[in-house]
């Protein structure tokens, strides 16, 4: 596609309820990127894939996070009984390798 | 660590002056530098990029920025600054760790007046 999409826009979850988010990178993109974005914050790294291969999942906050990636294109990043600190904006990009990252618009999650 | 410092949560420039956001790095090895531009509710758009080759860069929307090794920073300005430029704006350094990923800074505000 033309640019990284991310579904959907917005999310409004209850407490304790799992949630999936979905991204379809730009085609041919290798590298695959999930951030999380706090009020007021910059993004902060969740995960990161090179095709179907996650390679680093060092900024997942707890195990109930996780993220794949199956076919090396589209990512889903799964929460599981979300709590109210989970609420933030959830953003997916994908790069070509060693280059600049393309952001989609981002998932508002928010839990109540 | 690697991390990325923006010392100013804030700023206020008038109309058509000038801007200069600053950044400050920390990373090893030669980073890879970025400046990104985020206006409310939406994602993230490349301002500019440094990788190697000429420290002055310049960007999209008459930004440039200048990468200066010696102090760790990456400064961004812009000569004259439109109201059309109030947005978050955030440094980030790439690095190497088993692949490449992009560590953002917390981000400076800027606010135009007219």
């Known amino acids: 596609g033309a640019g990284v999409s991310q579904s959907p826009r917005y999310k409004v979850a209850k407490r304790g309820q799992d949630v999936a988010l979905r991204c379809d990178p730009i085609s041919g993109h290798v590298s695959l990127f999930w951030y999380q974005q706090a009020l007021g914050q910059g993004p902060e790294f969740l995960t990161y894939f090179q095709n179907e291969a996650q390679l680093d999942k060092s900024g997942l906050p707890s195990d109930r996070f996780f993220a794949e990636r199956p076919e090396g294109s589209v990512s889903t990043l799964k929460i599981q009984r979300t709590q109210q600190e989970d609420s933030a904006v959830y953003l997916c990009a994908s790069s070509l390798g060693d280059s600049e990252a393309f952001f989609g618009q981002g998932t508002r999650l928010t839990v109540v | 660590a690697q991390s990325v410092t923006q010392p100013d949560i804030h700023i206020t420039v008038s109309e058509g002056a000038s801007l200069e956001l600053r950044c400050n790095y920390s990373y090893g090895a030669t980073p890879y530098l970025f400046w990104y531009v985020q206006s409310p509710g939406q994602g993230l758009q490349l301002l500019l990029k440094?990788?190697?080759?000429?420290?002055l860069v310049q960007g999209i929307k008459g930004f440039e920025a200048e990468f200066k090794r010696s102090q760790s920073s990456f400064n961004l300005r812009k000569p004259s600054v439109h109201w059309s430029d109030a947005a978050e704006y955030f440094c980030a350094v790439g690095i190497h760790t088993g692949g490449f990923k992009t560590i953002f800074g917390a981000g400076t505000r800027l606010f135009v007046k007219a």
């Open positions: 440094y990788f190697s080759g000429d420290t």
